[in-house]
T-cell receptor
Framework: DAKTTQPTSMDCAEGRAANLPCNHSTISGNEYVYWYRQIHSQGPQYIIHGLKNNETNEMASLIITEDRKSSTLILPHATLRDTAVYYCIVEPWAGSYQLTFGKGTKLSVIP | EAQVTQNPRYLITVTGKKLTVTCSQNMNHEYMSWYRQDPGLGLRQIYY???????DKGDVPEGYKVSRKEKRNFPLILESPSPNQTSLYFCASISTGSRTEAFFGQGTRLTVV
């Protein structure tokens, strides 16, 4: 299974874009990249996922490099409510439903 | 509204006293999972179930049991709780459509003294 590496923590000014990187250099061709976030001690929440194309939804954008070895989650206008731990996850194979959560990145949005 | 309901939210119990944490989902998902979360260790999978009567061990199954007698319910059983099972527990119900989206319960904070 591909492992992911994320920075332990990041700060972002309120209203600015938050760019959260993730390294998954051992990812294989059919493995999807998922992003979840966990606000305080609530259950994690799905944000976005992708295979090789960039993706955008109402919450965020996901940029995956052409070699698929890394990705960046972009929150275009961070708010205080975006303060959370963000998890980058590689699903072993489509339909495995195995989500292995690492330690994630603690994003602090600063007023 | 799509929901995963866990009970209780908070529980303090004594070593060795059997307990059950219930989990119920209303999305007709086949796949459900239990995680525990400890400071510095992240979320670790305890058990998962791919369908009724089909369960399998996750990464940290020791000291836990589960059952899946019906699709909506997936209880977590601690037959003889110990202090090292003090943790925050999450149940997840996972959609198996075009994406692997996990819906998590509110969490159960368990303290074993």
């Amino acid at each position: 299974d591909a492992k992911t590496t994320q920075p332990t923590s990041m700060d972002c000014a309120e209203g600015r874009a938050a760019n959260l990187p993730c390294n998954h250099s051992t990812i294989s061709g059919n493995e999807y990249v998922y992003w979840y976030r966990q606000i305080h001690s609530q259950g994690p929440q799905y944000i976005i996922h992708g295979l090789k194309n960039n993706e955008t939804n109402e919450m965020a954008s996901l940029i995956i490099t052409e070699d698929r070895k890394s990705s960046t989650l972009i929150l275009p206008h961070a708010t205080l409510r975006d303060t959370a731990v963000y998890y980058c996850i590689v699903e072993p194979w489509a339909g495995s439903y195995q989500l292995t959560f690492g330690k994630g990145t603690k994003l602090s949005v600063i007023p | 509204e799509a929901q995963v309901t866990q009970n209780p939210r908070y529980l303090i119990t004594v070593t060795g006293k059997k307990l059950t944490v219930t989990c119920s989902q209303n999305m007709n998902h086949e796949y459900m999972s239990w995680y525990r979360q400890d400071p510095g260790l992240g979320l670790r999978q305890i058990y998962y179930s791919m369908n009724v009567e089909v369960t399998d061990k996750g990464d940290v199954p020791e000291g836990y049991k589960v059952s899946r007698k019906e699709k909506r319910n997936f209880p977590l059983i601690l037959e003889s709780p110990s202090p090292n099972q003090t943790s925050l527990y999450f149940c997840a119900s996972i959609s198996t459509g075009s994406r692997t989206e996990a819906f998590f319960g509110q969490g159960t904070r368990l303290t074993v003294v």
